[in-house]
């Protein structure tokens, strides 16, 4: 077994090196790991793999205690339209249409039929916020409400979990199941509520004061796998009581912390979940149904886009419906949790798992290009006249500032100015941006500012100031070259990356301006044009 561990680790560590340069998320990396250890290295799957799944199912738990710990009563109430109103109308009627599907067009019995449609109504959650953080997308509008309606899939895999458990016992009548669930969910939730209530916050008070890392984050493994197991031991998953432990914990102030020391875990084990779900694939039966794999693909890929656009087109413009669609188009990691289960409680025919776990990890491996090509893709699907001011009288700025680059700097320094109620207009040649920032109300055209014609479009004769703000070396010369024939009057600042940058231009350009980038930049070169009184 420890053998069986190492080389996973080994494999897993190299397979992630390679993907990530390709910009593909971790977990694929994972589920290829799986496929390699079983195919490629021929360890059976039924005789190495069970100690594996018995440490993977708490991958899942600890995935499911740090959502209870992001599980807010107060950020539910603050985004309540965008994860009660748009979440709950995309995954109930995602739910339906799937159902229909599964139950009518495929006969699928009602049983099965209703746990794909659950699995299949949730997008990828890891994955999605994983990259809107990363650029920096999230508190965009079309992130927002992303966001909202992933709120609300995260919600809901818990009575999808408490659903399964319910289908997977057949010797009660329906009535008696059900008021036997409700008995024992009550029962735990009132069991774990008095511990979080009376007893949690003196324990972790004494664990705190003991000044000792090892403790402290034992005490929360202690709490989480006792959580699960209590969960158990009363027919629930071991998802559930770690979901509710989260949600006790995330009203203490420990919760932070709790959620740092414990993220290491998650991941870790969570890998290793995705591990076994590789060890799963039977390429005999992609090999036998790889066109109904790839038909299912785009058939959920055009359902989900179509219901999320719909939605969201109520009460937003065409890009951002469009761009909400693209973020959660995919099939996300909790349809694997669910088939995994499924199966697990022989719920699903293996053959119709198999087809769509695999059309679920198609899904998830395209999600990544999919997000970080998103503007690109909606602007093939819209077009990149769907703002609401494409017009900006440009001869009308005078004794202004223009702002040459609009992208993370330039934002920063137009809403300063902005605020400031100084007249502005800025050039930038990325359309996505420009588009961004019409909606927004900022005053952006799309052009090149290394050609004359648009700087002259911007009266850059009549401007007061010129800021540079955009990072390409070879641009950056040319248009310092232009504005010392066409901005005489102008003060001329100039950010650049390094100081052997500032170096250069700073000989070929005496009288400019030039600032090293740094978090500040944007504030400290509006401020200094206040100063000095040459804008107002």
Not at 270 to 293: D, E, K, P, R, S
Request: glycine letters at 6%; aromatic letters at 10%.
């Amino acid at each position: 077994m420890l053998e069986i561990i190492v080389l996973t680790i080994f494999i897993a560590t190299i397979t992630n090196l390679v993907l990530t340069r390709f910009h593909i998320p971790t977990i694929i990396g994972y589920i290829a790991t799986g496929v390699i250890i079983t195919y490629v290295l021929e360890l059976s799957h039924e005789s190495n793999s069970k100690e594996l799944h018995t440490i993977a199912e708490f991958g899942i738990v600890f995935l499911m205690f740090t959502i209870g710990l992001e599980f807010s009563i107060r950020h539910l109430v603050k985004m309540r339209k965008e994860v009660f109103l748009f979440g709950g109308l995309q995954v109930g009627l995602s739910m339906l249409t799937f159902f229909l599907l599964s139950h009518y067009l495929f006969s699928i019995d009602v049983k099965s039929s209703v746990i794909i449609s659950a699995a299949l109504a949730l997008s990828s959650t890891a994955i999605v916020l994983k990259i809107l953080n990363s650029n920096r997308d999230i508190n965009k509008e079309y992130g927002r409400r992303s966001l909202g309606i992933l709120i609300f899939q995260d919600i809901m895999v818990i009575p999808i979990l408490l659903m399964i458990t319910i289908f997977s016992i057949n010797d009660l009548s329906l009535g008696t199941l059900l008021w036997k669930t409700a008995l024992d969910a009550l029962i735990l939730f009132a069991m774990l509520w008095a511990f979080g209530k009376f007893i949690l916050e003196p324990f972790f008070n004494e664990v705190v004061k003991s000044n000792s890392d090892e403790i402290f984050i034992g005490s929360i493994l202690f709490l989480v796998i006792g959580a699960s197991a209590l969960a158990h031991s009363l027919g629930f998953t071991y998802s559930l009581g770690a979901f509710i432990a989260g949600m006790i914990i995330s009203e203490t102030r420990y919760k932070h912390q709790v959620e740092a020391d414990l993220i290491p875990f998650r991941d870790l084990l969570l890998g290793i979940f995705f591990i076994t779900v590789g060890m799963q694939i039977n390429f005999t039966v992609i090999a036998t149904h790889y066109l109904t794999i790839l038909g299912l693909l785009l058939l959920f890929t055009v359902i989900k886009m179509a219901i999320i656009y719909l939605l969201v087109r109520r009460v937003a413009i065409k890009r951002v419906s469009v761009k909400t669609a693209l973020a959660l188009f995919q099939l996300g990691e909790f349809g694997l949790v669910v088939f995994e289960l499924a199966n697990a409680k022989n719920l699903l025919d293996p053959t119709i798992s198999q087809v769509l776990i695999v059309t679920i990890i198609l899904s998830m491996i395209l999600t990544p290009f999919v997000l970080r090509n998103i503007a690109f893709l909606t602007d093939a699907i819209v077009g990149t006249q769907d703002i609401e001011a494409t017009s900006i009288q440009t001869k009308q700025f005078k004794h202004h500032v223009a702002v040459l680059g609009y992208g993370r700097l330039g934002r920063k320094i137009c809403e300063k100015l902005a605020r400031q109620e100084v007249s502005y207009i800025a050039i930038e040649s990325n359309m996505h941006n420009v588009l961004e920032a019409q909606r927004e109300g900022r005053n952006v055209i799309f052009g090149n500012a290394s050609k004359k014609t648009i700087l002259e479009s911007i009266n850059i004769r009549e401007a007061m100031a010129v800021i540079v703000a955009f990072d390409n070396s070879e641009k950056l010369h040319l248009v310092c070259d232009i504005l010392r024939s066409m901005a005489l009057e102008a003060r001329i600042i100039i950010k650049v990356d390094n100081f052997k940058e500032k170096e250069e231009l700073q000989k070929e350009f005496p009288n400019y301006e030039i600032v090293v980038g740094t978090e500040q930049v944007a504030r400290g070169m509006v401020d200094s044009m206040l100063k000095c009184d040459l804008v107002y």
